[in-house]
């Protein structure tokens, strides 16, 4: 990928302040990962359907994880619906941070789907889902936002899911109308994107980055042969945000954040 653009020295817009912050400020939805609630002035708007987007290995579920665990402390029902991963297997690489209770699972404030599961007990067995099956899908999902009272949701991933919605219109219409239901609801939802080394684009049809209210960015760096990982929001409806690259630690005690230093050599991705 080519490095998104350089903005060393842009500093995170203070909460409030700023050419472009809005007379009135949008609730929040505090993520709880200190770095990047500093970097989103405070948080995701409340409401914001958001695009994970990074190549592999690049820390996007964990990230996701700690969104959810963070928001079920802090009393808001969190649900992960995960395809590529069974969630017996989440949870127990959950279990080796700090940051998470297993209580969070067994009390229902922290759920996991198995979106596999749910194609099978719902019947969707084409493998380019129709019409008609998009459509069983979304109000499956909004009517569990809705029942459990969900205020974080995350797809773990929109990528696999677009393969079984193989048409453009379709992945336009079906991240639509998830958007609509979920910003009803106050749901802000984070979709993992699944993108190559070297992507000309965030997602896997490309129409998906219009749609979503942001995109936060994560690839890995190359530095005098180390790999760093590094974060960078590339869009966020509603609020004003740092643009400047980040370098992201996953720690025990979650993630961590630090400005990206630029100017060392064979930087590259
Ligand atoms: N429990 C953990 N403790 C420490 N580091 C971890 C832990 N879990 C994951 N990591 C680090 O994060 C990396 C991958 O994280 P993660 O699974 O979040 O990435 P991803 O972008 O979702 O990957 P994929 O594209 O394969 O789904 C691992 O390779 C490892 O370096
Ligand atoms: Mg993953």
């Known amino acids: 990928m080519e490095a998104p653009p350089e903005n060393a020295g842009v500093r ?36 914001n359907m958001v695009l994970v987007a990074g190549s592999v290995g690049t820390g996007k579920t964990t990230l996701c994880l700690e969104f959810l665990v963070r928001g079920a402390e802090r009393g808001e029902r969190s649900l992960f619906l995960s395809v590529t991963e069974a969630s017996d297997k989440l949870i127990q690489n959950l279990s080796t941070f700090e940051f998470f209770r297993a209580e969070l699972v067994t009390n229902g404030s922290l759920v996991f789907v198995d979106l596999p599961v749910l194609y099978d007990r719902l019947g969707l067995e084409h493998e380019e889902l129709t019409e008609e099956e998009i459509g069983i899908l979304i109000r499956t999902i909004r ?23 193989r048409r453009d219109e379709r992945i336009r219409d079906f991240m639509l109308r998830l958007g609509l239901e979920l910003s009803d609801a106050g749901c802000t939802a984070l979709l993992v994107s699944e993108i190559g080394p070297t992507p000309s684009r965030y997602s896997l049809h490309g129409v998906e980055e219009a749609i979503v209210d942001g995109v936060i960015l994560l690839w890995n760096a190359r530095r005098q042969g180390d790999i760093l990982r590094v974060l960078q929001i590339i869009k966020m409806r509603g609020t004003s945000h740092s643009q400047a690259q980040y370098v992201v630690e996953l720690t025990p005690i979650g993630l961590l954040m630090a400005p990206h230093l630029k100017g060392g050599q064979g930087e590259g991705q």
């Open 143 to 165: 009517d569990l936002v809705r029942q459990l009272g969900v205020k974080r949701l995350v797809l773990d991933s929109l990528t696999s899911v677009g393969y079984r919605i």
């Open 12 to 47: 995170p817009a203070p909460v409030g302040g700023g050419l472009m912050a809005p007379a009135t400020q949008l609730e929040r939805c505090v993520t709880g990962i200190e770095g990047l609630d500093n970097i989103l002035s405070g948080g995701i708007p409340r409401g």
